[in-house]
């Protein structure tokens, strides 16, 4: 590989910002702020508002602010 082209690949801690989770992987990402880790290293900190742990499709948990289908909505609004 070419040297100076690839940014640099590091270990970092990703936090869910909705629910505190945290979790370690690899990325380019970088990040001014950092997070002492369970291994007693420092590692830089990223923060994301939805990870698996929030996420809907993980979870099971999904809200649903409209019920009504489309037909639905159309009957509503045109009292049929």
């Not at 270990?11 to 369970?38: C, H, P």
């Not at 590692?43 to 999904?62: A, C, I, M, N």
Request: hydrophobic share 25%; proline share 4%.
């Amino acid at each position: 590989m070419k040297q100076n082209t690839h940014p640099e690949y590091r270990k970092v801690v990703f936090m869910d910002t909705n629910s505190g989770y945290k979790f370690l992987t690899g990325s380019t990402k970088g990040s001014n702020e950092t997070i002492e880790w369970e291994d007693g290293n420092t590692y830089p900190l990223l923060k994301v508002e939805v990870s698996s742990d929030t996420h809907p499709f993980y979870t099971g948990r999904q809200k649903f602010a409209d019920k009504d289908g489309r037909a639905e909505r159309f009957k509503k609004k045109y009292n049929l």
